[in-house]
């Protein structure tokens, strides 16, 4: 793997309630040259905790979590320490998820079945200073949006006599 670029070592938090996918996503953390793994958390409650405590560059995060969602936890993360990039890993390819994790501070959105190479393009990408979203994401919301315009613009259905 090339190293990311930094006068130090990037460090990353992991936040994953599932242990096995968590323990996957340190390991390859720790196998980037040029990055550190800072540490890693089960919850969002536990996030916002560690985020204070191991001060992060940069935090992978879930989105769905038992006891905080990934974007509230980015959101109250981002208002004290807004200079973490977040980058949210799910598996969830809902856009009014997608649509609301870029409104509350996501600099990035990867879904989990990404590539290696593309985690660290996204992870090089966020802490470049620019947005990341995955191929997969970039084509979900245009389509989400053309969805819900022509349902907007479809004429109303015609009423049987009953309904009528």
Known sequence: MDNIKLKRPLRILVVEDDELIQAAFCLLVQSFEGVELAGSALTGLEALEQSRLLKPDLILMDLRMPDMD???????????????KVV?????????????ALEEGMDGFLLKRASTRELK???ETVV??????SPQVSAIIPKAYLDERSRKHAPAPVL???EK
């Open 70 to 84: 990934g974007v509230e936890a980015t959101r109250r993360i981002k208002s004290v320490q807004p200079k973490i």
């Open 160 to 162: 049987t006599p009953r």
């Open 121 to 123: 393009l996204a992870i």
């Open 88 to 100: 949210a890993l799910t598996a969830l390819e809902d856009p009014l998820q997608i649509t609301r």
């Open 128 to 133: 470049a200073g620019e947005q990341y979203l």
